[in-house]
């Protein structure tokens, strides 16, 4: 518990609750889209709940320094990404990458969604037998009466 | 049965929420446990003409400290660490992050100095390729300059105990077996 | 000796809860009229003693009494008296006592509003409402109690967060509790009927409106805090996927299934075990919600004061609630059977598919939530999940829903024929087809296909949403309050979905370096800096910016961007200028200065994105529409049921 005290008080102190606001030019629109996708993308590690283009920390600032510094420099969006992860794991990503550990995570939706629409046609095609048979049931009775009251 | 499809669902969902409370979910595991330590090359806090680089250090296994004199947690941990010098042949680099010399020697005068060496990371650059994200945090790093261990936020005496002790033992043991 | 008043009503409370939550649902299975006609009278009880209990609260905060350890960790005597009054349910206990007094509230609204519902029910009603009230309760009584004293009492307490001290949000804790505590009834009249064994189109019947104005409070909710967060955090976003927020949009999607699958059941007798399996899991996921929120099992930006024991105890709760209701539901939704018939092609079928999508992407947004905390509970790691994976699928999800709002509503009930249909919708189709494509590729300053997506499938919807006023055989002005209610609610829907689109698409920012004179354009729109000042306030210091906006040289407005200091806390905050209209906003914040006068900006325009929360405005509308149809308001008086 006391260890968290020491990770609270840093947070604390310096969790600004206002967007981070630097000046930062580019010669390539193309490294500024790629700028700005970063920054959306990577996880700020002290305001945890805030990308790097939203946070104020002072990791935040020197990260997003990093990342000017990287993609001006012609590095990749694979380049960058591989640079965080390298030092501090798949948790800065905000984007989870496709590996087995996160298959279930990206395929998750759509096969919920197939099993959701297969459910559905199989209750919908056993409820209609069950109607199906009652009717040939009513039916049966019906002709069973025809029958008797004809053979009086 | 079908309707117990539901039930079953949500005890599984129970049991992930139960174990989800003992867990800490801002806590960052390193990603460099048993890989190679990331080298630097920086200038010593007692003299900066010297430089220090985690290379000396091959051949024991030694402690990496982040500190920085604004951090309130790094004094709560301080005296931790006098302690574990004084009673064991421990040696700890200290990485001052982000911080100022002046500060950080006057600092160590006021609450006393455990460190074989400061190192000085002004930009904290290093940091980030260590991977720090906050302060304080401490490595274990061994003979042959691999991570073996990450204590996030300030040691405890507890920790100390418990996890560090007997992890340094074993891995010293390993190179006289 | 206040708070200690309402301390004691608490404890009477609670025992009242008590009493409510057992007797009458008892006296209803053995047979006892005293017992059940307790109902009524004891929640009547419990609901005056949570009011003193939270009126010794609020009193204890409009006279600054720091003695209560409460309110000297929320307010503060320069705190404005509004804020002093939303103060109350700011944080952790004050809000579970909010919660309680909204849940005691709804459980005496249904007890007088139910003249055609049978005693027996209704006792089974406000019982199983009476037992969420004992949880909430004992969670204060033995957790998180708002009346604990502290000594010696300090002279000012500490400020409340300023970013709390905001009209947005302090009305949004309320609305969105009145929607979750609303599901609890709807979760209550599915429990009493799984009790009795049978469920029929009456019950829907009294069951809807309750449903549907719960929804209306969801609604509400979800769309001020979006609001808020975006005329307040700075960075122009208004959805982050943030666990908290998560948590409410899972009920809200799960609630909008149920709301479609209790006009099913009213209409036709169908869908019976789907639709209290639905109100259980609307509520399941409002109270899965206040667990993830208070517990600290994810880290959110809303945390309450998050703290693993108050977080077993919820759990608990939880599994003796949504467990309980989910065992009884094993065990007697076969009673429930429906014996509606309904072909592949009708809109029973339609309206079934639309509830497996609302229901899959409610899934989707509790996976990604939980994911995390999957990976970390088996030790394979830590990842993150955020607004790029929940963007990409709820998008893929969200297509096909909103195509099938629009085939839906073309479709006839029991039975219909794909023929038939395609006559009727060959027209909106196309219609839908050109606008969607044709208004960007004339008027959007660039392409993208998810422009033509979103804008034909918003289209769509709101075409076949008039077309099925208009090509009814009577009248529109002699239709229901309930069908205008539903069309309405559509065509916000289409709203909302085209203001996310463009908004989302078209926005623009940028950060710029501006000395006083100079200026940034952005399309037809110049934003120049004039300079910036220091003022002074009440309870803050703040450097104010002065920017003029012009459009197309012509001056529009003087915009004055903030950046507070107040006076309780080191913590600056940033108080964006937004100038807000139907068809754009601007948007401007003030940075850092950066010598000679010159500061840092944040200048954005964001098409549209007024159309997000003006949307939910219209669903909200309609669904109290379709709340207010007569047909709810008709008192049948039923047969004296014989106990």
């Given at each position: 518990m006391r260890k968290w005290l020491g990770i609270l008080l840093l947070t604390l102190s310096s969790f600004q609750l206002h967007a981070a606001i630097e000046i930062y030019q580019f010669d390539q629109p193309k490294q500024e889209e790629l700028y700005m996708q970063m920054i959306d993308e990577l996880r700020c590690l002290?305001?945890?709940?805030?990308n790097l283009s939203a946070s104020n920390a002072a990791l935040a600032k020197d990260l997003r320094k990093q990342t000017y510094q990287m993609v001006t420099s012609g590095q990749s969006h694979e380049q960058i990404v591989d640079y965080m992860t390298q030092r501090y794991?798949?948790?800065?990503?905000?984007?989870?990458?496709?590996k087995a550990s996160t298959a279930l995570l990206w395929f998750g939706p759509f096969i919920l969604l197939l099993i959701g629409i297969m459910v559905l046609i199989f209750t919908l095609k056993k409820r209609n037998e069950l109607n199906d048979e009652q009717l040939s049931n009513a039916e049966h009775e019906q002709i069973k009466q025809l029958l008797d009251s004809g053979e009086k | 049965m079908k309707n117990s499809l539901p039930l079953v669902m949500f005890i599984l969902l129970v049991i992930l929420l139960a174990v989800g409370l003992e867990l800490d979910p801002r806590e960052v595991p390193s990603p460099y446990i048993g890989k190679p330590a990331p080298s630097f090359d920086l200038p010593s806090?007692?003299?900066?003409s010297v430089t220090i680089n985690?290379?000396?250090?091959?051949g024991k296994v030694w402690l990496l400290n982040v500190w920085a004199s604004w951090c309130g947690a790094c004094r709560a941990e301080h005296q931790v660490l006098n302690r574990l010098v004084k009673n064991h042949k421990i040696d700890i680099v200290g990485l001052n992050y982000k911080d100022r010399d002046s500060k950080a020697k006057q600092w160590l005068e006021d609450l006393g100095d455990p460190y074989v060496s400061v190192a000085v990371d002004r930009q904290g650059l290093s940091g980030i390729d260590w991977g720090v994200?906050?302060?304080p945090e401490t490595f274990i790093i061994d003979q042959q300059g691999i991570i073996q261990y990450k204590n996030i936020g300030p040691v405890t005496q507890y920790d100390i105990e418990n996890t560090i002790i007997p992890l340094i033992s074993s891995l010293q043991q390993e190179i006289s077996r | 000796m206040i708070p200690e008043i309402g301390q004691a009503a608490l404890i009477i409370a609670f025992a009242l809860a008590l009493i409510q939550a057992s007797l009458p649902l008892v006296g209803a299975q053995i047979g006892k009229p005293r017992w059940v006609n307790l109902a009524t009278p004891v929640a009547r009880g419990q609901l005056l003693f949570i009011v003193i209990a939270y009126a010794c609260l609020s009193y204890s905060f409009l006279v600054n009494d720091f003695s209560v350890r409460y309110v000297a960790s929320t307010s503060n005597t320069a705190l404005p008296l509004i804020y002093k009054i939303s103060g109350v349910w700011g944080a952790h206990e004050g809000s579970l006592l909010l919660w309680a007094l909204l849940l005691s509230a709804w459980t005496v609204v249904v007890s007088i509003f139910s003249?055609?519902?049978p005693k027996i029910m209704l006792a089974r009603v406000i019982s199983v409402m009476g037992m969420i009230s004992v949880g909430f309760i004992s969670f204060m009584l033995f957790t998180?109690?708002?009346f604990i004293r502290l000594?010696?009492?300090?002279?000012d307490g500490r400020s409340l967060?300023?970013?709390?001290?905001?009209f947005g949000l302090a009305i949004h804790p309320p609305m969105l509790y009145m929607g979750y505590v609303g599901f609890s009834v709807a979760f209550a009249f599915s429990i009493a009927a799984m009790i009795d064994g049978k469920l029929d189109a009456a019950w829907a019947r009294w069951v809807r409106p309750w449903t549907n104005i719960a929804w209306v409070f969801m609604t509400l909710g979800i769309a001020l805090g979006s609001w808020w967060a975006y005329y307040e955090?700075?960075?122009?976003?208004?959805?982050?996927?943030?666990p908290v927020e998560n948590a409410s949009l899972m009920p809200w999607l799960v609630g909008t299934a149920l709301i479609h699958s209790l006009a099913v059941t009213e209409k036709r007798a169908a869908f019976k075990s789907w639709t209290v399996l639905l109100a259980i899991f609307s509520f399941s996921l409002s109270l899965l919600g206040t667990f993830l929120v208070r517990s600290g099992v994810l880290t959110s930006v809303?945390?309450?004061?998050?703290?693993p024991a108050r977080g077993v105890f919820i759990l608990v709760f939880l599994v003796i609630v949504v467990g309980g209701s989910l065992v009884l539901f094993s065990w007697r939704?076969?009673?429930?059977?429906s014996v509606g018939q309904f072909a592949p092609v009708s809109r029973e079928t339609g309206l079934l598919f639309n509830n497996v999508i609302l229901v899959t992407m409610a899934g989707t947004v509790l996976l990604g939530t939980l994911y995390p905390l999957v990976l970390d509970a088996l030790g394979v790691g830590k990842i993150s999940v955020g607004p790029p994976y929940f963007n990409q699928v709820m998008v893929f999800l969200a297509v096909p829903l909103y195509l099938l709002m629009g085939f839906g509503l073309f479709l006839r009930w029991k039975k219909d024929s794909v023929s038939r249909i395609k006559t009727k919708i060959i027209i909106p189709l196309s219609l839908a087809l050109v606008a969607g494509v044709l208004l960007p590729l004339f008027l959007a300053p660039e392409q993208n296909g998810l422009t033509f997506i979103g804008l034909i499938s918003a289209s769509w919807v709101a075409l076949a949403a008039l077309l099925w006023l208009l090509n009814s055989t009577v009248s529109p002005f002699k239709l229901p309050a309930s069908t205008w209610g539903a069309v309405i609610a559509h065509i916000g829907m289409a709203v909302t979905v085209t203001g996310i689109t463009l908004t989302s698409i078209y926005s623009h920012e940028k950060d710029v370096r501006l000395a006083p004179g100079e200026f940034y354009q952005v399309g037809d729109y110049q934003f120049r800096l004039i300079g910036v000042k220091e003022i002074r306030r009440d309870n803050y210091i703040a450097y104010q910016g002065i920017v003029e906006a012009s459009e197309s040289g012509k001056h529009l407005v003087l915009m004055h961007p903030e950046k507070r200091t107040y006076n309780q806390s080191s913590m600056p905050m940033t108080e964006a200028a937004i100038d807000a209209g139907l068809f754009r906003d601007l948007f401007v914040a003030l940075g850092e200065?950066?010598?000679?006068g010159s500061w840092s900006l944040r200048i954005y325009h964001k098409p549209f994105v007024r159309w997000i929360w003006m949307g939910a405005l219209i669903m909200a509308f309609g669904g109290l529409l379709a709340a207010a149809d007569k047909r709810y308001r008709r008192f049948r008086p039923h047969k004296k049921a014989v106990v």
């Open positions: 002290v305001c945890q709940n805030q794991g798949d948790f800065v990503l905000y984007r989870p990458p496709v | 806090l007692a003299d900066s985690p290379e000396e250090m091959k994200y906050g302060v | 003249k055609s519902i998180s109690n708002p000594f010696p009492a300090p002279i967060n300023p970013l709390l001290q905001d955090l700075g960075w122009g976003g208004w959805w982050f996927w943030d809303h945390a309450f004061a998050t703290d939704a076969s009673s429930l059977r200065p950066l010598g000679a």
